[in-house]
C-alpha cells in the first residue's frame, strides 16, 4: 500500500485523533525502517520508546512465534509459564513483592490508583482517596490517569473528570508538602517527565518525597512507563535517586513491540487486592509475556544497559558542545538514551522535518523541544549522525537568518 491509498483511507475509515506524519511505514530491521518507497529512516522515535531493541528483534520474533503455536490465550482464570516466569523476574529486578499484567501504561497507572484507594479503604479504612500528581505529568489517556495528568490540553471537553486528585509543582518539595492533608492517600511521579519534554526529578526532591512518605504514612507511586525498564540506563529510573516506591508501573518496551503494561507494588500495599478487586481479559498473555521475557533475556545478555548509558552521555556531551558553539541550544537534558534538545526558537517541527529528509526520525514534542528515544542497540555512527544533522540544520537556519 502507497501513502496516497494510506492517506484516503485513514481519513475516510480511522477516528482523526493523531496528527501524522507524512510517511508510510512499510517494514523495520533492527535501528532502522523502511517506507513504501524503500526509503530507509534510522529511527530516533521507536514506537515512542517501545522498539527498545529495534525492530524485529529476531530473538523476540522467535519468542512470539513459538508461543503462538503453542498457546496464544487463556483466561486469567488459570496459571501460564510465560506470565509466572515474567512476574518472579520483575519482582526480583525491582524489589517490588507482587505484579499485575494489563496491557498499557495507563491501564497500568490506572491499576496503582486503584491499588492505593482499596488499600486505604479495604486494608487500613482510613478514608484517604486523595492522590498528588505534577503539574506537566502524563500519565494515561482513560478518565483516571487524564485526570492524574497534570497538562489541561488533553483534559478539554471530558469535563467531568474524576474526583480526588490535586497537582503540586514538579522539583518543588514545599508545594508537595502544602498539598498533603488527611486524606491524601499517595504521591504519584514520573521521576522523569516523558511527554512535558524530559524533565528529571532532581535527587534532592526525591529523597523528600520519600521523606514525605514516611512522615505521612501516604504511598509513592513511580509512574516508569516511558523511563523504565533500562530507558535511562538501569533498569528502574529510581535506581539513579535511591528511593524505592510502594507502587511502580511499567509499559513501552517491556512487551518487545506487543501492548504490555506491569503495575507492582511491595509491603502491605501489595495486598491492597483480593479476587475480584481488579482483572483484566488480555493483560499477562502467553505470547505477550514470551515477548518480554525474550526483551529481558536479550537486554541482560548483551549488556545493552551499559550501552544506554554510555551512548547517552555521548549525545548529551556532544550537543552540549554545540550549545556551546552559539548556535541555538538552551539546554539537553535527560538520562540514558531518553533525551531531549531544547531549542531558543519555536523550530523544532522544521527540525523534525529536515531530519526526516536525510533519513533519520525524530519527535518534535513541543514547538521548542526535539525529543529522542533511540533504541538501545545504536551504535557510535548512529549517534554521530543525529548530531551531524542537528548542527547542519542549526547552521542552516543561522545562515538563513543572517540573510534576512
Request: hydrophobic content about 40%.
Amino acid at each position: 500500500m502507497k501513502f496516497s491509498e494510506a492517506s484516503e483511507l485513514d481519513k475516510k475509515h480511522v477516528f482523526q485523533t493523531y496528527r501524522r506524519t507524512p510517511l508510510m511505514l512499510d517494514r523495520g530491521a533492527g535501528v532502522y525502517v523502511y517506507d513504501d518507497s524503500g526509503n530507509r529512516y534510522l529511527d530516533f522515535v521507536t514506537g515512542l520508546a517501545v522498539n527498545a531493541l529495534g525492530h524485529c528483534n529476531k530473538r523476540v520474533a522467535a519468542a512470539i512465534s513459538a508461543q503462538a503455536r503453542r498457546l496464544s490465550h487463556v483466561s486469567n482464570l488459570y496459571y501460564t509459564e510465560p506470565m509466572l516466569r515474567l512476574a518472579g523476574r520483575l519482582t526480583s529486578l525491582s524489589g517490588m513483592d507482587k505484579a499485575f499484567f494489563c496491557n498499557s501504561g495507563a491501564e497500568a497507572n490506572e491499576a496503582a490508583i486503584k491499588l492505593v484507594r482499596r488499600f486505604h479503604s479495604e486494608v487500613l479504612n482510613d478514608g484517604r482517596h486523595e492522590i498528588i500528581c505534577f503539574k506537566n505529568s502524563f500519565h494515561g489517556r482513560t478518565l483516571m490517569t487524564l485526570t492524574a495528568t497534570g497538562q489541561d490540553v488533553y483534559k478539554k471537553g471530558f469535563d467531568p473528570l474524576a474526583p480526588g486528585f490535586k497537582h503540586a509543582i514538579f522539583n518543588d518539595i514545599d508545594s508537595v508538602e502544602k498539598a498533603i492533608t488527611k486524606k491524601t492517600a499517595a504521591i504519584m511521579i514520573e521521576p522523569v517527565q516523558g511527554e512535558a519534554g524530559i524533565y528529571p526529578a532532581s535527587p534532592k526532591f526525591m529523597r523528600g518525597l520519600a521523606a514525605l512518605r514516611n512522615k505521612h504514612g501516604i504511598q509513592l507511586i513511580f509512574d516508569e512507563v516511558q523511563c523504565g525498564m533500562g530507558r535511562t540506563g538501569t533498569w528502574f529510573a529510581f535506581e539513579h535517586y535511591r528511593v524505592r516506591p510502594d507502587a511502580v508501573t511499567l509499559a513501552k518496551p517491556i512487551g518487545g513491540g506487543l501492548p504490555l503494561g506491569v503495575m507492582m507494588a511491595r509491603g502491605k500495599l501489595a495486598e491492597g487486592f483480593a479476587p475480584g478487586a481488579h482483572a483484566t481479559t488480555f493483560g499477562g498473555g502467553p505470547v505477550a509475556c514470551a515477548a518480554a521475557n525474550a526483551f529481558l533475556d536479550e537486554v541482560e545478555e548483551k549488556k545493552l544497559l551499559v550501552n544506554v548509558k554510555t551512548t547517552g552521555e555521548r549525545i548529551t556531551a556532544d550537543v552540549e558542545k554545540l550549545r556551546r558553539s552559539g548556535l541555538g541550544i538552551r539546554e539537553v537534558r535527560g538520562k540514558g538514551l531518553m533525551l531531549a534538545v531544547e531549542l531558543e526558537n519555536d523550530i523544532a517541527a522544521d527540525a523534525a522535518a529536515f531530519f526526516m529528509q536525510n533519513g533519520v526520525l525524530i519527535n518534535a514534542i513541543r514547538s521548542n523541544i526535539i525529543r529522542i528515544l533511540p533504541p538501545f542497540i545504536i551504535e557510535k555512527k548512529h549517534a554521530g549522525e543525529f548530531t551531524r544533522l542537528l548542527e547542519e540544520f542549526l547552521r542552516a537556519r543561522a545562515s538563513s537568518e543572517k540573510e534576512k
